[in-house]
């Protein structure tokens, strides 16, 4: 009974994690598709691009629930005295975190008929489910990454310091005694997820073609 609610806790995280908010409100709001656009991502920077602020922020809100949501659906649906009950709140919101760039209501295939996934990057997922665990890390886990993406430009540095950040917050509350050692794993298992979905972007940064976006985009607009 308890493996099976454990499954359905994961299984309901993933398709939660799934739903494509950013193609949903850029679709109602403009009527585009948003894998059309820049990226082709579902996530906040790019339904930005596609419909302006309030739907970026629209977007990284519902993503950000997605995570958020995924712990407590496992802290709801597990029974409190199951021995591995910590690890189903870890893998919940990165079940989520997987849904929400992999979606299954996005499946497809390429123009060389290869099947596929689509969906986003997965910064505002793995914030909320870092909240989920622990909500005062979204005090942390929030600013700081849009203080990265202020200064340094590229949407994806400010991706990937969202998982780092949250090893950092679970290793020294781990040290204290303040949270399980297991949630260091999600930092962990997080940012090879955002590793993997972002691996081209981390390519054209590497290569210095990576897109820049807010004040240092304009700035680049007017000095190109």
Not at 66 to 84: C, I
Not at 165 to 191: D, H, N, Q, V
């Amino acid at each position: 009974m308890a493996f099976g609610l454990s499954l359905i806790a994961l299984i309901l995280s993933y398709l939660l994690g799934s739903i494509p908010f950013g193609l949903l409100i850029v679709k109602l709001s403009t009527g585009k598709d948003i894998r059309t656009i820049a990226s082709g991502r579902t996530g906040g920077t790019n339904a930005m691009r596609a419909a302006g602020f309030f739907a970026g922020a629209g977007t990284v809100i519902l993503d950000f629930a997605k995570g958020f949501l995924a712990v407590w659906l496992a802290r709801l649906l597990v029974p409190t005295d199951v021995s591995w009950k910590v690890w189903i709140e870890v893998l919940a919101p990165v079940a989520a975190i997987l849904g929400h760039n992999y979606s299954i209501f996005l499946a497809e295939r390429n123009e060389k008929g290869q099947f596929r996934l689509r969906g986003g990057a997965g910064g505002a997922t793995t914030v909320g489910g870092a909240a989920g665990l622990w909500w005062l890390s979204a005090l942390i886990l929030i600013p700081i990454p849009l203080l990265i993406l202020f200064i340094v430009g590229y949407a994806s540095v400010a991706t990937l310091s969202t998982a780092l950040l949250a090893i950092i917050i679970f290793a020294y509350r781990a040290s204290t005694g303040a949270s399980p050692w297991e949630y260091i794993l999600y930092g962990i298992l997080a940012e090879i997820v955002l590793v993997i979905a972002l691996r081209p972007n981390i390519i054209r940064l590497m290569q210095g073609t990576e897109r820049l976006v807010g004040w240092r985009a304009r700035g680049k607009d007017k000095t190109g």
